[in-house]
């Protein structure tokens, strides 16, 4: 089974995928375990492959992919619950500044998003460095089970 440029724009693919997968691929590629593994490395959707492409497909994909998501689900609950607690503590923050009366209240509201920005950006950076792991466990594992169901 192949897929090729032409599939993925008759499906409305978004410009962005298009362009990946014409970078990854070329014209057209085999559904290998090589190639999906490449292709989820590189940030390709297997779930909008499956649901667009191959819509006969979903239920073993969905059945298929479950426990990945699941360990995925668990592995970045603890950054998840940290970022959560800083942006909380951001946005308190900021609705605090923006509770002034209406004269002030453009000022502070710029001045609350300056400082909810540099309260957020190391818990931003912190997330997306902890969740890493398991986007990489996940996309491997939607890698071998696309595979699989497209075999």
Do not use: H
């Amino acid at each position: 089974m192949k897929i090729s440029i032409v599939q993925l724009i008759k499906a409305k693919a978004c410009p962005k995928q298009v362009k990946l997968f014409r970078k990854l691929f070329g014209k057209e590629a085999g559904v290998t375990l090589k190639n999906c593994e490449k292709a989820g490395k590189a940030g390709m959707s297997f779930c909008w492959a499956i649901a667009n492409l191959f819509p006969d497909k979903q239920e073993a994909w969905n059945k298929a992919i479950a426990n990945a998501r699941e360990t995925f689900n668990k592995e970045m609950a603890p950054a998840q619950e940290t970022f959560d607690r800083a942006r909380a503590k951001a946005r308190e923050t900021f609705y605090k500044a923006t509770a002034n009366s209406w004269e002030t209240l453009n000022k502070a509201r710029a001045k609350a998003q300056e400082t909810y920005n540099k309260e957020i950006a190391n818990a931003r950076e912190t997330f997306n460095k902890e969740i890493d792991p398991a986007w990489e466990t996940l996309n491997k594992a939607r890698a071998k089970e696309f595979y699989k169901v497209m075999k």
